[in-house]
């Protein structure tokens, strides 16, 4: 007879939910900037040209999460394809062609020429409608940046929506840029700590087990993520990785190694504790 164990002390029942990549259904509480970038990127579903967009507010501000759902949805309802490109890890023109190039399969596009690798996805896409999303787009250096965005503008039926944690980047582009890409400058404010506290609840709910969590250690951390989540989600995810290895079957503790944990620890007083036993 083959013998059942189940282990009581599992608190990670879907580790991947809490993590940065993990795209939730609805992005919470940002419905405003969401209804924000459709309007500017509709004229493309009627196969005109989109208003670019230019999303810009602190890190864990929702930017990234609200930008692959646009694109997520636009492809499920209109059929309009996306690509997503992190400029921090593909900073020139030639490299995020290669990022679309291989996004969209292209076939012919490995001739290491950026003029050869344009003039293929023009003839690749014959007027197909396409959104590119470039995260980070200020970590790009300013002469490959304006190179990006000039050349990208360019190609017809084509939106762009730009992410970076400030604006200035934008004004930091020549002036020939600027007035081509012309975006809608969409800001996301921080979350407020009720906001937080909602996204963590929203996947504590699939990602730990439905008794090794409190409310009260979701506001905690809520209150203490100054409006970033991901710090937020990454703080309740390390606390649940230091419950099992444990061996506890509540999340009893913020760890002090994590941005949120430093400053909890380091409060004159630590009342009310974060899970009663």
Known sequence: MTMQWRDE?????????????????????????????????????????PVNCWLH?????????????ILRKMQKEAGIRGVYVNCWENPTIFSVLECVARELRMLGAEKLSTSFKLERLKKHLN????????????????????AILYNLHDLPRVGLVCICNSEHAYFDLEERVQSRLNPTRIFFDEYSAAE????L?????????????????????????????????Q??????YLAEKDRHQKVRQIPETTEVGWCYHRLPTRHPPIVSS
């Open 9 to 49: 002390r599992i608190i990670l029942l879907e580790p991947d939910i809490l993590t940065e990549n993990h795209l939730p259904q609805d992005v919470h509480a940002r419905q405003t900037q969401m209804k924000e970038i459709e309007i500017r990127l509709t004229p493309i579903t009627k196969g005109r040209k």
């Open 57 to 69: 507010g602190r890190p864990g501000a929702g930017k990234t999460a609200t930008a692959q759902c």
């Open 127 to 146: 007027n197909e409608r396409l959104i590119i999303v470039l995260d980070e787009i200020d970590q790009s250096p300013p002469k490959e940046r304006n």
């Open 196 to 199: 937080l506290y909602g996204i």
């Open 201 to 233: 609840n929203q996947r504590v709910r699939y990602a730990l087990a439905p008794t090794a969590y409190t409310k009260q250690l979701l506001q905690t951390i809520a209150n203490l993520a100054e409006g970033d989540a991901r710090i937020a989600i």
């Open 235 to 240: 703080t309740l995810k390390n606390a649940a």
